[in-house]
């Protein structure tokens, strides 16, 4: 099975860095790309083809909510999964397509995995 391709929105460096870190620590995927903002993911999905979108929530201009009911608006877009270090229940996400959220507190290899297998069943 081909690796999955990940693509990393933060507009932290900081955070960008740690969540790459964690992708390549982890078996089965690999980083195709970072960027910082909504509209540079949307550029970046046309061009990469990933299949698994870690966005940040919290994004100047387009924010990671509006970022992924973009991408997810079409049958072949990416599987987009919301991190932030805002707790759930402070979110509103409703209707904005992404498969799940994670705080960035909570996210590593181990729950990257999980995670994956839990969305693809």
């Known amino acids: 099975m081909a690796d999955v391709r990940v693509l990393v929105v933060d507009d932290q460096e900081r955070f960008r860095r740690a969540m790459c870190a964690v ?3 982890t078996g089965g995927f690999v980083v195709v790309g970072a ?7 949307l550029v970046a999905a046309e061009e990469l083809r990933p299949h698994l979108v870690l966005m940040d929530v919290q994004l100047s ?8 009911r973009a991408l997810t608006a079409t049958p072949s877009g990416p ?15 409703t209707g904005c397509g992404a498969a ?3 705080a960035k507190a909570e996210f590593g290899p ?9 969305i693809n069943g």
């Open 23 to 25: 992708v390549e620590a």
């Open 35 to 41: 960027v910082d903002s909504g509209e540079a993911s």
């Open 61 to 68: 201009g387009m924010d990671g909510i509006e970022a992924s």
């Open 79 to 93: 599987v987009v999964v919301l991190l932030s270090t805002y707790d759930v229940d402070e979110l509103d996400a």
């Open 100 to 102: 799940a959220y994670v």
């Open 110 to 118: 181990d729950r990257l995995d999980e995670l994956w297998r839990e």
